[in-house]
Each structure stands twice: as C-alpha cells, then as structure tokens.
C-alpha cells in the first residue's frame, strides 16, 4: 500500500517526493526510484488514478517526428535550406523535401525560400545525436509571408491549443485571425484587421503566462471579450 | 579566551537571513537570486545551445560550462580586479562538479549549458551562494533533474562548531576553518566538500552532519522560491 504526497494541480519542484508506494505510475517528468515517484522538474502535478503525471511548465524544446514547427531559414547549403527553430541544432531541409514542386538539381535555393524567411515545416526525422531534419512536404506547409511571429513556451504549447483545439479556435474566431502553432512554440498570426491581431498575440501571451491556473479558458474569453467590445462598434454597458 | 560569542551576535547554529527569487533575468532561458546574509549571488542559464569549439563537444551527452565571477564593486570597498583569477577558475571548476551529478544532461549530445554566476555583493560563502542560486537557475530553465542541490558552509573557530560562516570570522585572528559543502538533499550525497584550515577526524564527521542540516533549511528556501513563480 503507498501514498500520495502532494495534492493534485499543486506545482512542484525538483527531488520532491510525489508519492511511495509501488501502485502508483510516473509519467511526465516524474520518474520511479525504488519505492518513490519522484519530480524531475518544476511543474504541476496531474493525479489521475494511479497515474501521476508531473507537466512541466518551462521546458526546452525537444523535436520529434510529426512534429509541425516554424522556423526562420538561417543559412542556405549547396543541396539544403538550414532552419533556426529554437533547438540547439538548426534543422536541415533536403532539396527534395524543399517543396511539393519538383525542385531541379543545382537550381537557385534562395529563389524558394530565402535566408530570414519563416517557414511552416514538418519534423521527418531526429537522429541519434539530435540532429534534425525537417520537410516543407505536405499540407499547409509553406513559406509565410504576412503576419507576425511570437514566441511562447513549448511546455504552454498544449494549454494555447487546448483539448480538442477548444482554445485556439475560440482566440481564432473571436479575434478573425489565422494563427499557426509550432510545437517548438512559435506561433505564427495574421489578421486583416491589425488591431485584433495584436488582441490575438496579447491573449496568447496571457495564456502562456498563465497556463497553471484552472478556469484559464473562461478568463481568456472574457478578456477577448473586454478588448474586442469597443472594437466591433458594440458598447458595453458597465 | 574561547570563542564564546559570534562576532556577529548569532547563535553558533544560526543561519544568516536568507532571500531567493527565480526568473529575474527575463532574456536567460533560467535564472535565480540567491542571498545569505550580506553575500548576494545571481545566476543565469542559456542551454542547450551549441557548443563552439567543436572539439569540445560530446557525442554522449551535452556539458556543463559554469563561470564564477565577483563583480568589481561586490567587496567592502576595494576593487575586485576584473576577469577570470585562478581562484575563480577552481571555483567555476568545482561548481559544475557540484550541480553535474543533479543534471542529465544525455538528452542533449554535442550541446552546452552555460551556467553564469555573478556575485554582487560578497561576505563569504560565495561559492555556495552562487552553487544555491545555479541549481535553482537550472531549475527555472526546465531542466530535468535528479534533485536540487544546496550549499552552506560551517566552519570551527577555536574549536567550535559554527554554521554559515561570515567573512570576518573567516579573517579571525585567532584562525578559522572553513568547510564548504553542497548536497542534493533527497538522497543527503554530497557533490562538493572543502576544507580550508585543521580539523580532527571527529570534527570534520561532526561538522559534515551539522552542515547537512544546514543545506536542508537552504534547500526549502530553494523550493519556495521556485513555487512562488506559479503562484495563483
């Protein structure tokens, strides 16, 4: 028979005990030593069950395969385009990966995508050593042009999104604007109207600086809410 | 004469006041404040990045670079000279000993994690100031680790156990000596210990037990300053 020792939601910190007992599972950043769950990192605390599940609230970013970032092209090899995404190692794109288009041998890569141009791309594999490449290969991967980049927490990633892209959408509906979300947490957002872009960018910056609180959904709503009710002509009666 | 009073008026058990804060310097990727009593010590973490020079770097894991620095203003008047002194390069040397075995640093081949430390204001005990600090800087940044680890120092004037020992009792006329320690506080392993003067055998196993006590009140300062960061 084991123990809790930490309520659920509650934030913790490295070496602190979550729980004794050989019932329970770590998953996250929690790990087993011998009888004890241990934290690895500063974090919240998810009970569910036996599960204990330690989310990390700031974390450097770690790519896998799937994964659909941004990056800025940083330098242009003789066969490759070489991305800066927030990672040690700058990710590498591999003239046939370049595009859905057939790129010829020896063309011009700067004519595709230029250094400082921010991509939309795909992580297709990471090497033992962590090195990266990545692909402009599929659906909605491409080039970006207008709109404007952020920079948020990889660990706030999920909260921005939301179950079932919950959050997201609603920032995206209520601001009118495209917003793209890197898993290395850069996010891309464009609007037509620029005013509710910067709403947009000013909402996903409060998200990541409060995704430990509970009920962050409702509070961003309602700060949408304030900022855009002048915005679209309709007065709030206080 | 014994040494019946501290200098400073403590207990021979007391510790300075202390203070911590993480994440005040906004551009690092972790950072930390860490004071006891008049030493003050910051410490900032950028990592993993890449490591220049190539030869360097580990295919196995990533390493840890940790830089000691006293600023020129941080003693009681006279200017500390700039740049790196022998003294500072050992203490850089032994501050990442202390913090490596915490780190895994295996998730990350061919990187670096730099771990800046500056020290503001100095009244001994700077080394553990700056190991505290560095370890909740680590934390701050999101790194995964196998504990904190906390550092104090106690030392004996006159045969007498004290504990946090300030710089004027380190400058004793009668002579002191000086026995820095870190600890990851789970586990109680000790990942630095020093000794600067003479102690017997049963001193220094005294002292050591004495001393883990100590990093262990260093240690709750340490948690509660990185929980107040995400407080409701």
């Known amino acids: 028979m084991g123990e809790i020792k930490i309520k659920d939601k509650e934030v913790t910190v490295p070496g602190e005990v979550l729980a004794v007992g050989m019932d329970y599972l770590p998953a996250g950043g929690a790990f087993r030593d011998k009888e004890e769950i241990i934290a690895s990192q500063v974090g919240i605390v998810n009970i569910s069950g036996r599960l204990i599940k330690l989310v990390s609230l700031n974390t450097r970013y770690m790519p896998k395969k799937g994964d659909r970032i941004i990056g800025k092209v940083a330098d242009i090899g003789p066969n490759a385009w070489y991305v800066d995404f927030g990672f040690y190692n700058q990710g590498a794109i591999a003239l046939a990966d370049g595009s859905l288009e057939y790129i010829p041998r020896g063309a011009d890569l700067s004519q595709y995508y230029a250094v400082g141009d921010y991509v939309v791309a795909i992580v297709v594999f990471v090497t033992r050593d962590n090195h990266v490449n990545l692909s402009l ?63 947009a960018i000013e909402a996903i910056n409060l998200i990541d600086t409060r995704a430990h609180i509970q009920g962050l959904t409702d509070e961003v709503k309602n700060f949408l809410e304030k900022k855009l009710g002048g915005k679209s002509g309709v007065q709030q009666e206080n | 004469m014994a040494y ?33 009593g008049k030493t003050i010590a910051l410490a900032a973490v950028y990592g993993p990045r890449e490591l220049f020079p190539k030869f360097l770097q580990n295919s196995d894991r990533g390493i840890l670079r940790c ?4 600023m020129s203003f941080s003693g009681s008047g006279e200017r500390v000279r700039p740049g790196p002194s022998r003294r500072s390069k050992e203490i850089s040397y032994i501050t990442e000993n202390a913090l490596l075995p915490a780190l895994n640093l295996e998730d990350f081949p061919n990187s670096v994690v730099d771990v800046y430390i500056e020290l503001l204001q100095t009244d001994a005990g700077t080394r553990c100031a700056g190991i505290t600090a560095a370890a909740m800087a680590l934390a701050d940044a999101g790194f995964q680790m196998k504990d904190l680890v906390s550092a104090a120092s106690v030392g004996f004037i006159e045969n007498r156990l004290i504990v946090d020992v300030s710089n004027e009792e380190e400058h004793y006329e009668k002579g002191n000596t000086d026995i820095p320690i870190a600890m990851m506080p789970r586990t109680g392993e000790i990942t630095l210990l020093q000794m600067d003067g003479f102690a017997s055998k049963e001193e220094l196993a005294e002292g050591i037990i004495v001393a883990k006590a100590v990093c262990m009140e260093i240690y709750k300062v340490q948690q509660e300053a990185l929980k107040a960061r995400y407080k409701k």
């Open chain 1, 137 to 199: 290969k599929g659906p909605g991967l491409r080039k970006l042009s207008e709109g404007r980049i952020i920079k948020i927490n990889p660990a706030k990633v999920p909260r921005v999104i939301g179950k079932e892209a919950s959050m997201i959408t609603m920032v995206k509906n209520m601001t009118e604007c495209r917003v793209i979300v890197g898993q290395n947490g850069w996010v891309w957002i464009s609007g037509l109207d620029l005013v509710k872009e910067s709403i």
């Open chain 2, 4 to 36: 019946n009073k501290r200098i400073d008026g403590r207990k021979f058990d007391e510790i300075r006041e202390m203070k911590a804060q993480v994440g005040i310097i906004p551009n690092a990727d972790g950072s930390a404040m860490f004071q006891i």
């Open chain 2, 67 to 70: 830089y000691y620095n006293m």
